[in-house]
């Protein structure tokens, strides 16, 4: 397998490699919708943040936020829209492809630090000046065809160690599900809750601690961070965090299994009882059909939280049947596996 150290490295500037295209400002909210990516300043979902009608880019290309969440570069192979926060990124010498753009998408990505919301990544002269570091071949050219193999070699090898997962989680089979009876339960009922109390995110540091907050996408994860106040530390795992505030995130709920900081938009909910992994993701889809009750402006308060029900499968003797909600979702990660590898045998020759 390739190694980083298998090649010498050269900087180049943005303006020797790439061909940089600015975004257009023309705001979502005036688009219509379609099924064409809206990329925009994100540092998560490909940095794409709706859908509209039509693009204004074409595929393989890079796509890199110079302001909002600085930095971050993602590759984008089908037609895409680049909002006013983005540059789109094409080599001079050759077309991308997705592994090449992968390996530069990294090293692009290594000069965020360098830019914050109040120093822009202005698009001009600073971007082209910009300098990227790049294996070479032996003539001192950047060397597309190692950091296209290098990727190749490191996508195959996970791949493999996935498909390696899903043969051995399919060699036991799911229990069939039998029907049930469903009724209401109070959450207060079911779990003990906190609510969080990082208020001030200015006070943290980076860090390894996982920063959960209100968000809808990524299981709320915000950043890696670390307290420095003693007071305000990690939570437990093995819960389940619920946005009881936040603009489109309010209502949803997160299985945490590991340790983390959070965010005073969001309560963690610990079972009562002693229940598996698997009933708690069945618990937390159960607590997030609840969202459409719930807005920015009218929030899970803790009376709410108090009043709150969930519907859930339950034994004969009207209990939560935690062992049918484990079995449930083992079935849906059973049928998961068996289309991924059903997949992968399509694409091997």
């Given at each position: 397998?390739?190694?980083?150290?298998?090649?010498?490295?050269?900087?180049?500037?943005?303006?020797?490699?790439?061909?940089?295209?600015?975004?257009?400002?023309?705001?979502?909210?005036?688009?219509?919708?379609?099924?064409?990516?809206?990329?925009?300043?994100?540092?998560?979902?490909?940095?794409?943040?709706?859908?509209?009608?039509?693009?204004?880019?074409?595929?393989?290309?890079?796509?890199?936020?110079?302001?909002?969440?600085?930095?971050?570069?993602?590759?984008?192979?089908?037609p895409?829209?680049?909002?006013?926060?983005?540059?789109?990124?094409?080599?001079?010498?050759?077309p991308?492809?997705?592994?090449?753009?992968?390996?530069?998408?990294?090293?692009?990505?290594?000069?965020?630090?360098?830019?914050?919301?109040?120093?822009?990544?202005?698009v001009?002269?600073?971007?082209?000046?910009?300098?990227?570091?790049?294996?070479?071949?032996?003539?001192?050219s950047p060397?597309?065809?190692?950091?296209?193999?290098?990727?190749?070699?490191?996508?195959?090898?996970?791949?493999?160690?996935y498909r390696?997962?899903?043969?051995?989680?399919?060699?036991?089979?799911?229990?069939?599900?039998?029907?049930?009876?469903?009724?209401?339960?109070?959450?207060?009922?079911?779990?003990?809750?906190?609510r969080?109390?990082?208020n001030?995110?200015?006070?943290?540091?980076?860090?390894?601690?996982?920063?959960?907050?209100?968000?809808?996408?990524?299981?709320?994860?915000?950043?890696?961070?670390t307290?420095?106040?003693?007071?305000?530390?990690?939570?437990?795992?093995?819960?389940?965090?619920?946005?009881?505030?936040?603009?489109?995130?309010?209502?949803?709920?997160?299985?945490?299994?590991?340790?983390?900081?959070?965010?005073?938009?969001?309560?963690?909910?610990?079972?009562?009882?002693?229940?598996?992994?698997f009933?708690?993701?069945?618990?937390?889809?159960?607590?997030?059909?609840?969202?459409?009750?719930?807005?920015?402006?009218?929030?899970?308060?803790?009376?709410?939280?108090?009043?709150?029900?969930?519907?859930l499968?339950?034994?004969?003797?009207?209990?939560?049947d935690?062992?049918?909600?484990?079995?449930?979702?083992?079935?849906?990660?059973?049928?998961?596996?068996?289309?991924?590898?059903?997949?992968?045998?399509?694409?091997?020759?």
């Amino acid at each position: 397998m390739l190694s980083l150290n298998d090649r010498a490295w050269k900087e180049f500037t943005f303006e020797q490699l790439f061909i940089i295209k600015r975004g257009q400002s023309v705001y979502k909210q005036y688009m219509k919708r379609g099924n064409i990516p809206y990329v925009s300043a994100s540092a998560s979902n490909n940095g794409i943040t709706d859908y509209v009608d039509k693009p204004n880019r074409a595929t393989n290309m890079i796509s890199l936020a110079y302001d909002g969440s600085v930095g971050f570069a993602f590759y984008q192979n089908t037609p895409w829209f680049a909002s006013e926060k983005i540059v789109s990124i094409e080599l001079k010498d050759q077309p991308l492809n997705r592994y090449i753009a992968m390996f530069l998408c990294r090293a692009i990505h290594s000069q965020k630090d360098k830019y914050n919301y109040a120093y822009k990544w202005s698009v001009g002269i600073r971007m082209m000046r910009s300098k990227i570091l790049v294996p070479i071949t032996d003539d001192g050219s950047p060397d597309y065809a190692f950091m296209e193999q290098y990727i190749r070699e490191r996508e195959d090898k996970f791949i493999q160690k996935y498909r390696d997962f899903a043969d051995a989680e399919l060699t036991t089979l799911p229990i069939p599900l039998a029907d049930k009876t469903y009724k209401s339960f109070k959450v207060l009922d079911l779990f003990d809750y906190k609510r969080g109390n990082q208020n001030n995110m200015n006070s943290l540091a980076d860090g390894s601690d996982m920063l959960i907050s209100a968000k809808n996408i990524n299981n709320g994860l915000k950043g890696f961070y670390t307290s420095t106040n003693d007071k305000k530390g990690t939570y437990k795992g093995n819960c389940i965090t619920l946005n009881n505030d936040g603009d489109g995130g309010v209502g949803l709920a997160y299985y945490q299994p590991y340790k983390f900081l959070l965010d005073t938009h969001v309560y963690a909910l610990y079972p009562k009882e002693n229940i598996s992994s698997f009933a708690m993701l069945y618990l937390s889809q159960a607590l997030s059909k609840q969202r459409a009750c719930f807005s920015h402006g009218y929030s899970i308060s803790q009376d709410r939280l108090k009043a709150m029900k969930i519907m859930l499968p339950t034994t004969d003797e009207g209990s939560p049947d935690y062992e049918y909600m484990e079995q449930y979702i083992k079935a849906v990660m059973f049928g998961k596996y068996k289309k991924y590898l059903e997949y992968q045998n399509c694409l091997t020759p």
